[in-house]
Protein backbone atom coordinates (compact mmCIF):
# COMPACT_ATOMS: atom_id res chain seq x y z
CA UNK A 1 0.00 0.00 0.00
CA UNK A 2 1.53 3.36 -1.26
CA UNK A 3 0.43 6.67 0.47
CA UNK A 4 1.42 9.67 -1.00
CA UNK A 5 1.96 12.60 1.09
CA UNK A 6 3.47 16.04 0.87
CA UNK A 7 7.28 16.31 0.47
CA UNK A 8 7.64 20.13 0.87
CA UNK A 9 7.50 22.01 4.03
CA UNK A 10 8.23 26.01 5.02
CA UNK A 11 8.71 26.29 8.62
CA UNK A 12 8.88 29.25 11.08
CA UNK A 13 10.56 29.03 14.45
CA UNK A 14 10.94 31.50 17.66
CA UNK A 15 12.27 30.88 20.97
CA UNK A 16 15.09 32.13 23.91
CA UNK A 17 18.22 30.45 24.47
CA UNK A 18 20.40 31.95 27.17
CA UNK A 19 23.61 31.65 24.97
CA UNK A 20 22.21 33.53 22.30
CA UNK A 21 19.03 35.46 23.95
CA UNK A 22 15.95 35.83 21.24
CA UNK A 23 16.41 34.27 18.04
CA UNK A 24 14.32 33.25 15.18
CA UNK A 25 14.62 30.88 12.00
CA UNK A 26 12.97 30.41 8.68
CA UNK A 27 13.36 26.92 6.93
CA UNK A 28 12.17 25.55 3.52
CA UNK A 29 12.82 21.90 2.46
CA UNK A 30 11.87 19.95 -0.74
CA UNK A 31 12.64 16.15 -0.44
CA UNK A 32 11.80 15.12 -3.50
CA UNK A 33 12.94 18.41 -5.82
CA UNK A 34 11.55 18.27 -9.61
CA UNK A 35 9.90 14.70 -8.56
CA UNK A 36 13.59 13.42 -8.43
CA UNK A 37 13.91 12.43 -5.15
CA UNK A 38 16.78 14.70 -4.33
CA UNK A 39 17.12 16.94 -0.80
CA UNK A 40 17.27 20.43 -1.05
CA UNK A 41 17.40 22.70 2.02
CA UNK A 42 17.46 26.50 2.93
CA UNK A 43 17.57 28.31 6.44
CA UNK A 44 18.09 31.38 7.98
CA UNK A 45 18.75 31.88 11.41
CA UNK A 46 18.86 35.15 13.69
CA UNK A 47 19.41 35.90 17.15
CA UNK A 48 21.04 38.30 19.17
CA UNK A 49 24.78 36.83 18.99
CA UNK A 50 25.02 34.83 15.93
CA UNK A 51 23.05 34.72 12.82
CA UNK A 52 23.39 32.14 10.05
CA UNK A 53 22.32 30.87 6.49
CA UNK A 54 22.51 27.53 5.22
CA UNK A 55 22.04 26.10 1.28
CA UNK A 56 22.32 22.32 1.35
CA UNK A 57 21.67 19.94 -1.69
CA UNK A 58 21.94 16.51 -1.68
CA UNK A 59 21.42 13.55 -4.69
CA UNK A 60 20.59 10.50 -2.51
CA UNK A 61 21.19 8.10 -5.59
CA UNK A 62 24.19 9.58 -7.16
CA UNK A 63 25.40 7.76 -10.41
CA UNK A 64 22.21 5.50 -9.53
CA UNK A 65 24.79 3.89 -6.79
CA UNK A 66 23.72 4.02 -3.48
CA UNK A 67 25.49 7.31 -2.54
CA UNK A 68 24.61 10.04 -1.10
CA UNK A 69 26.45 12.83 -2.85
CA UNK A 70 25.79 17.17 -2.45
CA UNK A 71 27.35 20.37 -0.99
CA UNK A 72 26.26 22.60 1.85
CA UNK A 73 26.95 26.70 1.08
CA UNK A 74 27.08 29.11 4.85
CA UNK A 75 27.46 32.02 5.93
CA UNK A 76 27.36 32.94 9.72
CA UNK A 77 28.41 36.24 12.14
CA UNK A 78 29.08 35.36 15.77
CA UNK A 79 29.46 37.86 18.08
CA UNK A 80 32.25 36.76 20.93
CA UNK A 81 32.65 39.95 22.50
CA UNK A 82 31.37 38.65 26.10
CA UNK A 83 33.47 35.80 25.75
CA UNK A 84 36.55 36.71 23.80
CA UNK A 85 36.45 40.30 22.78
CA UNK A 86 36.08 39.91 18.86
CA UNK A 87 33.16 38.79 16.18
CA UNK A 88 33.99 35.87 13.99
CA UNK A 89 32.56 35.75 10.39
CA UNK A 90 32.60 32.50 8.33
CA UNK A 91 31.75 32.15 4.71
CA UNK A 92 32.44 28.82 2.95
CA UNK A 93 31.35 25.66 1.01
CA UNK A 94 31.27 21.82 1.64
CA UNK A 95 30.55 18.48 -1.06
CA UNK A 96 30.67 15.89 0.55
CA UNK A 97 29.56 12.21 -0.44
CA UNK A 98 28.21 9.41 2.13
CA UNK A 99 27.54 5.63 1.85
CA UNK A 100 27.10 2.62 4.06
CA UNK A 101 29.34 0.09 4.05
CA UNK A 102 27.31 -2.44 6.43
CA UNK A 103 24.29 -2.33 7.85
CA UNK A 104 24.98 0.08 10.82
CA UNK A 105 28.39 1.34 9.47
CA UNK A 106 28.57 4.26 7.21
CA UNK A 107 31.53 6.66 5.34
CA UNK A 108 31.33 10.39 4.25
CA UNK A 109 34.16 11.90 3.14
CA UNK A 110 34.33 15.71 2.42
CA UNK A 111 36.18 18.68 1.39
CA UNK A 112 35.48 22.25 2.61
CA UNK A 113 36.80 25.40 1.86
CA UNK A 114 36.35 28.47 4.33
CA UNK A 115 37.21 31.98 4.69
CA UNK A 116 37.40 33.10 8.21
CA UNK A 117 37.27 36.56 9.70
CA UNK A 118 38.00 37.93 13.57
CA UNK A 119 36.49 41.28 13.47
CA UNK A 120 36.21 44.03 15.98
CA UNK A 121 39.00 43.07 18.30
CA UNK A 122 38.62 45.11 21.44
CA UNK A 123 40.61 47.52 22.43
CA UNK A 124 41.00 45.89 25.76
CA UNK A 125 41.04 42.37 24.76
CA UNK A 126 43.90 39.92 24.83
CA UNK A 127 47.26 40.61 23.13
CA UNK A 128 46.28 36.90 21.89
CA UNK A 129 43.42 37.42 20.24
CA UNK A 130 44.70 41.12 18.92
CA UNK A 131 47.24 38.81 16.70
CA UNK A 132 44.73 36.83 15.27
CA UNK A 133 42.54 39.84 14.15
CA UNK A 134 42.08 39.72 10.31
CA UNK A 135 41.17 37.36 7.22
CA UNK A 136 42.36 33.44 6.92
CA UNK A 137 41.47 30.71 4.35
CA UNK A 138 40.76 27.25 5.23
CA UNK A 139 41.00 24.04 2.67
CA UNK A 140 40.34 20.77 4.49
CA UNK A 141 40.17 17.50 3.51
CA UNK A 142 37.39 14.96 5.96
CA UNK A 143 36.25 11.99 6.83
CA UNK A 144 33.34 10.48 8.87
CA UNK A 145 32.89 7.37 9.97
CA UNK A 146 29.34 6.54 11.76
CA UNK A 147 28.44 3.41 13.43
CA UNK A 148 24.52 3.33 14.77
CA UNK A 149 22.88 0.85 16.81
CA UNK A 150 20.20 3.02 18.18
CA UNK A 151 16.68 2.15 18.38
CA UNK A 152 15.36 5.47 16.67
CA UNK A 153 17.70 8.15 15.90
CA UNK A 154 15.34 11.12 17.71
CA UNK A 155 14.72 9.89 21.27
CA UNK A 156 16.38 6.62 21.31
CA UNK A 157 15.58 4.58 24.20
CA UNK A 158 17.79 1.93 23.63
CA UNK A 159 21.60 1.10 21.38
CA UNK A 160 24.72 2.90 20.83
CA UNK A 161 26.22 5.46 18.77
CA UNK A 162 29.69 5.95 17.82
CA UNK A 163 31.39 8.68 14.91
CA UNK A 164 34.60 9.67 14.19
CA UNK A 165 35.40 12.75 12.54
CA UNK A 166 39.05 13.50 10.80
CA UNK A 167 40.26 16.49 8.98
CA UNK A 168 43.50 17.45 7.38
CA UNK A 169 43.71 21.03 6.07
CA UNK A 170 46.83 21.86 3.82
CA UNK A 171 46.09 21.75 0.49
CA UNK A 172 46.22 25.15 -0.17
CA UNK A 173 45.09 27.47 1.74
CA UNK A 174 46.47 29.44 5.29
CA UNK A 175 46.11 26.77 7.60
CA UNK A 176 47.55 23.12 8.25
CA UNK A 177 46.50 21.22 10.88
CA UNK A 178 44.94 17.50 12.13
CA UNK A 179 42.57 17.32 13.54
CA UNK A 180 40.37 14.13 15.47
CA UNK A 181 37.09 13.87 16.97
CA UNK A 182 35.16 11.22 18.54
CA UNK A 183 31.68 11.06 20.28
CA UNK A 184 29.63 7.88 21.92
CA UNK A 185 26.71 7.77 23.43
CA UNK A 186 24.77 4.70 24.98
CA UNK A 187 21.06 4.46 26.09
CA UNK A 188 19.21 1.97 28.24
CA UNK A 189 15.91 1.86 29.28
CA UNK A 190 15.54 1.06 33.16
CA UNK A 191 12.11 0.98 33.31
CA UNK A 192 9.25 2.30 30.42
CA UNK A 193 10.15 5.68 29.82
CA UNK A 194 13.18 6.23 32.21
CA UNK A 195 15.69 6.11 30.05
CA UNK A 196 20.03 6.39 31.39
CA UNK A 197 22.33 7.60 29.05
CA UNK A 198 25.96 8.15 28.98
CA UNK A 199 27.97 9.89 26.81
CA UNK A 200 31.69 10.20 25.96
CA UNK A 201 33.43 13.06 23.71
CA UNK A 202 37.04 14.05 22.86
CA UNK A 203 38.99 16.03 20.43
CA UNK A 204 42.66 16.81 19.75
CA UNK A 205 43.87 19.19 16.85
CA UNK A 206 47.78 19.98 16.30
CA UNK A 207 49.45 21.81 13.76
CA UNK A 208 51.44 20.86 10.93
CA UNK A 209 54.93 21.71 10.21
CA UNK A 210 55.45 23.96 12.84
CA UNK A 211 52.18 26.28 12.27
CA UNK A 212 49.95 26.71 15.44
CA UNK A 213 46.37 26.27 15.53
CA UNK A 214 44.33 29.23 14.98
CA UNK A 215 41.34 30.96 16.82
CA UNK A 216 38.42 29.54 14.43
CA UNK A 217 39.48 25.95 14.62
CA UNK A 218 40.46 25.61 17.91
CA UNK A 219 37.85 23.56 20.70
CA UNK A 220 35.48 25.22 22.65
CA UNK A 221 33.55 24.61 25.79
CA UNK A 222 30.61 25.77 27.36
CA UNK A 223 27.06 26.40 26.84
CA UNK A 224 25.44 23.30 24.83
CA UNK A 225 28.38 21.71 25.19
CA UNK A 226 29.10 21.89 28.53
CA UNK A 227 26.09 22.66 30.59
CA UNK A 228 26.94 25.33 33.74
CA UNK A 229 29.29 26.88 31.88
CA UNK A 230 28.90 29.86 29.39
CA UNK A 231 30.73 29.41 25.85
CA UNK A 232 34.01 29.17 26.07
CA UNK A 233 33.76 29.19 29.91
CA UNK A 234 35.80 25.94 30.23
CA UNK A 235 39.50 25.74 29.62
CA UNK A 236 41.98 28.88 28.66
CA UNK A 237 41.61 31.79 29.32
CA UNK A 238 44.14 35.19 29.17
CA UNK A 239 44.36 35.81 33.03
CA UNK A 240 44.64 39.43 32.68
CA UNK A 241 41.48 39.84 30.39
CA UNK A 242 39.61 36.80 31.21
CA UNK A 243 39.30 36.10 27.58
CA UNK A 244 38.71 32.56 26.27
CA UNK A 245 41.41 31.62 24.11
CA UNK A 246 39.86 28.08 23.19
CA UNK A 247 42.36 24.58 23.37
CA UNK A 248 43.51 22.08 21.38
CA UNK A 249 42.37 18.97 23.40
CA UNK A 250 39.31 18.58 25.19
CA UNK A 251 37.54 15.32 26.58
CA UNK A 252 33.94 15.32 28.20
CA UNK A 253 32.03 12.58 29.74
CA UNK A 254 28.45 12.98 30.77
CA UNK A 255 25.83 10.89 32.48
CA UNK A 256 21.66 11.64 31.99
CA UNK A 257 18.47 10.19 33.14
CA UNK A 258 15.16 11.00 31.08
CA UNK A 259 12.04 10.75 32.49
CA UNK A 260 8.18 11.85 31.47
CA UNK A 261 6.94 15.35 33.16
CA UNK A 262 2.97 13.76 32.68
CA UNK A 263 2.73 15.67 29.29
CA UNK A 264 0.98 15.04 26.59
CA UNK A 265 2.74 12.36 24.66
CA UNK A 266 2.62 13.91 21.42
CA UNK A 267 4.26 17.15 22.49
CA UNK A 268 7.60 14.94 23.04
CA UNK A 269 8.91 17.11 25.97
CA UNK A 270 11.02 15.20 28.76
CA UNK A 271 12.70 16.33 31.98
CA UNK A 272 16.37 15.54 32.22
CA UNK A 273 19.02 14.97 35.26
CA UNK A 274 22.59 15.13 34.43
CA UNK A 275 26.27 15.19 35.28
CA UNK A 276 28.97 16.58 33.36
CA UNK A 277 32.73 16.00 33.91
CA UNK A 278 35.95 17.04 31.47
CA UNK A 279 38.19 19.73 30.45
CA UNK A 280 39.76 21.58 27.70
Known sequence: AVTEKSTG????GAGFSTTDGLLGDVRIRERNLLGRGQDLQASIMASQRRQEALISFTEPYFLDRDLAAGFDLFR???????ESGYDEQSTGGTLRAGYPLSEYLSHQVRYTLRYDEIQNVSNDASIFIKEEEGATWTSLVGQTFTYDRRDVKFLP??????????DVAGLGGDNKFLRHELHADWYYTIVPEFVFNLGISAGHIFGIGGEKVKLANRFFLGGTTFPGFQYGG?????????DSLGGNTYYVGSAELRFPLGLPEELRIYGRAFTYAGTL
Open 76 to 82: SRTDFKS
Open 157 to 166: TEGYFIKLDQ
Open 9 to 12: ELSF
Open 234 to 242: VGPSDRDTG
